[in-house]
């Protein structure tokens, strides 16, 4: 159990256009999701972590009106990334974790490669 | 923020051996939560062993167990009869309890058949 899904699993788009990642969780209610950020050959980077039906609380130094996140229901979380610039691209991760599960344990998504053009 | 701190980019191990990584946390806590996660070049992060802070006892999943030392501040992870389907990035990571995980830089494993 605790599947968590990325839509899509790779995308390219074009500087200044928008693009929208959506994290699901498939089979638990996510009470809090998470997108973290991964550069090549890097560690995981915490950007947000959004409770379902609350704005996102952001870590410094991630542009909030850039990187817009939509926590709307139990299930589903979204990653806007505004008029976006070849600076962008990398490797976005989203995980979810409930509190109806003991462990607080994070679940992780498949992950989103973008590339900005 | 507390830090997690692996020391070995990379290790490499002979197929069927045993390798153990390292990894170090820094906390004033007393109750937390430590994870190693893998991710393989798919990328997908698969947890691997977790370990809370309030248990003595080392925890073992088959071929992967840790060696927790509190007072150190200190999480390995030992990997027995290494397969090649090992090799990966690992991560060590520290949960706070809250909503807060803190992952480590990474270390790289090969296998070597």
């Known amino acids: 159990g605790a599947v968590v899904s990325q839509h899509p699993s790779r995308v390219i788009c074009k500087s200044g256009t928008s693009v929208k990642i959506e994290c699901r969780s498939l089979d638990f209610q996510a009470t809090t999701m998470f997108w973290y950020r991964q550069f090549p050959k890097q560690s995981l980077m915490l950007m947000a972590t959004s409770n379902e039906g609350s704005k996102a609380t952001y870590e410094q130094g991630v542009e909030k009106d850039k990187f817009l996140i939509n926590h709307a229901s139990l299930t589903l979380s979204t990653l806007t990334v505004t008029s976006a610039h070849p600076e962008d691209s990398s490797f976005y991760i989203c995980s979810a974790s409930s509190r109806d599960r003991s462990t607080y344990e994070q679940y992780f998504g498949p992950g989103t490669r973008l590339t900005v053009t | ?113």
């Open chain 2, 1 to 113: 923020a507390q830090t997690v701190t692996q020391s070995q980019p990379e290790m490499s191990v002979q197929e069927a051996e045993t390798v153990t990584l390292s990894c170090t946390y820094d906390t004033s806590e007393s109750d937390y939560y430590l994870f190693w996660y893998k991710q393989p070049p798919s990328r997908q992060m698969i947890l691997v062993i977790r370990q809370e802070a309030y248990k003595q006892q080392n925890a073992t999943e088959n071929r992967f167990s840790v060696n927790f030392q509190k007072a150190a501040k200190s999480f390995s992870l030992k990997i027995s009869d290494s397969q090649l389907g090992d090799a990966a990035m690992y991560f060590c990571a520290y949960f706070d309890g809250a909503n807060n995980l803190f992952f480590g830089t990474g270390t790289r494993l090969t296998v070597i058949p």
